[in-house]
């Protein structure tokens, strides 16, 4: 191969290689690819000519002519600033409230908040506003689910997204999807308060019970001494019929031994008065002329088989002759 057609080729190599930068380059500056995750919004001198929301290549003029504006569709997330609210009820609270959005309108979007930090700030604003004239709308009882009551959270957290979804599509071209409160807070100048009355509550409970319970309390006890008056009742009269039978079979025996031995059954009934009145330890003065004191004197007049085997020595009388001072042994301890 000749040298002038050497020269050719590498001119030629050079030629294209230097037309294929150049259609790169003007490919990159007209052209645009777009992601799925995101919107395009095209700028011709600083003004929306086309929203290209669909993924894929697509042409346009050459910068500064055209320009191209990225804006994210996925679903954001954020919270609202801590601040206090009222209740209904006057009760100051804090209720901090998440949200999440995307875009809706990515022209409108653009225009009214240029970027996802602005929209954050615009919403707080708005979800705070919703989320203070639903709470002013409830007591703080709607707050706390109560036993036996189903809780209304869910229905003030669709209360607030539906307060504020409006607007955030109509000024910002943002779709509100949802929101939900994070948690129940008080202000620490309210917490004190608030177990104060707690604590009132629960001690008015427990008194509840305390009284409910001495109520019955009382029933059982009255039930019981019920119970306990008519078993003694009971048990009263069965003592009484078994006493009154004891008594008249104790009396037909006394009557039947009166009749076969009237001067001993005398003489043991005198003995058991005797034994009534004195025992070992009492020293009496008695007028021994009256029954059954006339033992204590003496025994001569006793059947032989009922005198006792040493005789007893009368006292000494002191001051009168029918009185005697002894003390009350003798025929007793026999």
């Known amino acids: 191969m000749s040298e002038a057609s050497c020269q050719r080729g590498i001119t030629t190599f050079r030629l294209s290689l230097i037309l294929s930068i150049g259609v790169l380059v003007i490919a990159s500056a007209c052209g645009l690819i777009v992601s799925e995750t995101e919107n395009a919004l095209i700028l011709r001198f600083g003004k929306p000519v086309r929203i290209l929301e669909n993924s894929g290549f697509y042409l346009r003029l050459p910068p500064p002519v055209e320009r191209v504006v990225r804006i994210d569709r996925r679903l954001q997330h954020a919270d609202i600033r801590l601040s206090e609210t009222l209740t209904k009820d006057q009760r100051n609270v804090i209720v901090p409230v998440f949200f999440t959005w995307k875009v809706a309108d990515p022209l409108k979007f653009h225009v009214a908040v240029k970027d996802k930090n602005n929209a954050n700030s615009k919403l707080d604003a708005l979800v705070t506003s919703a989320r203070n004239s639903v709470l002013g709308s409830h007591p703080f009882g709607d707050l706390v689910a109560a036993e036996g009551r189903a809780s209304m959270l869910p229905k003030i957290e669709k209360e607030i997204l539906a307060l504020a979804a409006d607007d955030a599509r109509e000024a910002l071209g943002i779709e509100l999807l949802s929101t939900g409160i994070v948690q129940l807070q008080l202000p620490e100048a309210n917490t004190e308060s608030v177990f104060r009355r707690m604590r009132a509550e629960r001690k008015r409970e427990a008194t509840q019970f305390r009284a409910e319970g001495r109520a019955k309390a009382g029933e059982m006890k009255a039930q019981t001494d019920k119970e306990a008056t008519g078993l003694i009742a009971e048990a009263k009269r069965q003592a009484e019929e078994i006493r009154g039978k004891a008594e008249a079979e104790a009396s037909a025996i006394y009557a039947q031994a009166h009749?076969?031995?009237?001067?001993?059954?005398?003489?043991?009934?005198?003995?058991?008065?005797?034994?009534?009145?004195?025992?070992?330890?009492?020293?009496?003065?008695?007028?021994?002329?009256?029954?059954?004191?006339?033992?204590?004197?003496?025994?001569?007049?006793?059947?032989?088989?009922?005198?006792?085997?040493?005789?007893?020595?009368?006292?000494?009388?002191?001051?009168?002759?029918?009185?005697?001072?002894?003390?009350?042994?003798?025929?007793?301890?026999?």
């Open 259 to 334: 009749g076969e031995a009237p001067e001993f059954y005398r003489f043991l009934r005198e003995l058991q008065s005797l034994r009534t009145v004195v025992d070992k330890n009492t020293t009496v003065v008695l007028d021994t002329s009256i029954a059954p004191f006339h033992w204590l004197k003496e025994t001569e007049t006793l059947p032989p088989d009922l005198r006792p085997s040493k005789p007893i020595e009368p006292m000494e009388p002191k001051s009168q002759p029918s009185l005697t001072e002894h003390p009350a042994t003798s025929i007793l301890d026999r």
